[in-house]
T-cell receptor
Framework: AQKVTQAQTEISVVEKEDVTLDCVYE???????LFWYKQPPSGELVFLIR??????QNEISGRYSWNFQKSTSSFNFTITASQVVDSAVYFCALSEALRGSARQLTFGSGTQLTVLP | GAGVSQSPSNKVTEKGKDVELRCDPISGHTALYWYRQSLGQGLEFLIY????????KSGLPSDRFSAERTGGSVSTLTIQRTQQEDSAVYLCASSLAGGGAPYEQYFGPGTRLTVT
């Protein structure tokens, strides 16, 4: 069975601070994919990133960066110099890989990030 | 281009009534998913469709829930004899499918269902 744990229920930071959102996952699959989604107050989930289990290189996209560590089954997300517009619920998700088939996502419980001005 | 659309955006119904929720996926996406988001349970997978294959119904919580996808496009999620615990936001997502990796899913705005 797959499981995603986001231990931080709520985080509050002041604008321009860096913040890291933790994600720990469990799976018996050797090939799997990890995702982060953002859910702003408007409610629509927005895709941020997808990583496969064979690629442990960290990734940076603007103020966002992701740290994938297979040894600790973690896929943490850091926002540098946070902004008020970053306030949202962030979800980490896991999907197994099955060639040619769509697979559902197993979501963590989400982390509510509030960035104060 | 147009994203995933869902209707209605809000639905209030009385306990015991049936409801139908609609999802219109992104054109060209062969995979369609339904999820439910509630305070107590977080985001839960319900069902997905891919092309002409039999749907994966493994996430449906009871036989009161059913879904169909007509013509490989629009999908309808039906909840019969609604209960108060069915109150949640029902999210639809679509994605490309095929190849060696799961594609990212694009989500609609959701339908907020309230059962009174």
């Amino acid at each position: 069975a797959q499981k995603v744990t986001q231990a931080q229920t709520e985080i509050s930071v002041v604008e321009k601070e860096d913040v890291t959102l933790d994600c720990v996952y469990e799976t018996r699959d050797t090939t799997y994919y990890l995702f982060w989604y953002k859910q702003p107050p408007s409610g629509e989930l927005v895709f941020l990133i997808r990583r496969n289990s064979f690629d442990e290189q960290n990734e940076i996209s603007g103020r966002y960066s992701w740290n994938f560590q297979k040894s600790t089954s973690s896929f943490n997300f850091t926002i540098t110099a946070s902004q008020v517009v970053d306030s949202a619920v962030y979800f980490c998700a896991l999907s197994e890989a099955l060639r040619g088939s769509a697979r559902q996502l197993t979501f963590g419980s989400g982390t509510q990030l509030t960035v104060l001005p | 281009g147009a994203g995933v659309s869902q209707s209605p955006s809000n639905k209030v119904t009385e306990k015991g009534k049936d409801v139908e929720l609609r999802c219109d996926p992104i054109s060209g996406h062969t995979a369609l998913y339904w999820y439910r988001q509630s305070l107590g349970q977080g985001l839960e997978f319900l069902i997905y469709f891919q092309g002409n294959s039999a749907p994966d119904k493994s996430g449906l919580p009871s036989d009161r829930f059913s879904a169909e996808r007509t013509g490989g496009s629009v999908s309808t999620l039906t909840i019969q004899r609604t209960q108060q615990e069915d109150s949640a936001v029902y999210l639809c997502a679509s994605s490309l499918a095929g190849g060696g990796a799961p594609y990212e899913q694009y989500f609609g705005p959701g339908t907020r269902l309230t059962v009174t």
